[in-house]
């Protein structure tokens, strides 16, 4: 089992992936390393990695963030944001002055935790984390 630094956050996220077998049957969607060196290593296999999504879910707009969402899919998001403050935020974590909310590192590179989402769509998800439904039926069409 990967190793939280915070017991909150492990079941936070494992809530969220809870339809689709839990924090343990998905580690790969993880990576705790710096974000900074996530982006980098991302923007450095972009073309490789729309190529595999293109070819495993076709594309159309996967996320469907907007529920009216029927757009081709141009841009990868991270399901998983690579880091976030939005659960910081949620726990009260407090801003020095001046600052924001510090922010966690997340998510991962992995091919499962990117899917193609069209511009709208991932510019309203931001580093928000998808509920428990959207989670599910997103993993649901990858087996069909």
């Known amino acids: 089992m990967i190793a939280f630094a915070n017991e909150t956050y492990l079941a936070f996220f ?3 992936l809870s ?3 839990g924090v343990e049957a998905n580690e790969q969607l993880f990576d705790f390393n710096d974000a900074q060196i996530k982006r980098r290593l991302f923007n450095s296999r972009r073309a490789e990695l729309t190529r595999l999504l293109v070819e495993r879910d076709g594309d159309q707009c996967q996320l469907r963030w907007l529920l009216c969402c029927d757009e081709v899919g141009t841009e990868i998001d991270h399901l998983i944001p690579l880091q976030s403050n939005v659960l910081n ?3 009260g974590v407090i801003a020095e002055p001046g600052k924001k909310v510090p922010s966690e ?3 991962s590179n992995d ?3 990117l899917v193609l989402a069209c511009s709208k769509c991932n510019g309203a998800k931001k580093h928000r984390f998808p509920s428990r439904e ?3 039926r997103i993993f649901d069409e ?3």
Do not use: C, T, W, Y
Request: no cysteine; proline share 5%.
């Open 14 to 16: 494992d809530d969220m």
């Open 19 to 21: 339809q689709v077998g």
């Open 89 to 91: 935020k949620a726990n």
């Open 105 to 107: 590192p997340f998510g």
């Open 111 to 113: 091919l499962a935790n």
């Open 134 to 136: 959207m989670i599910k």
């Open 142 to 144: 990858r087996s069909l």
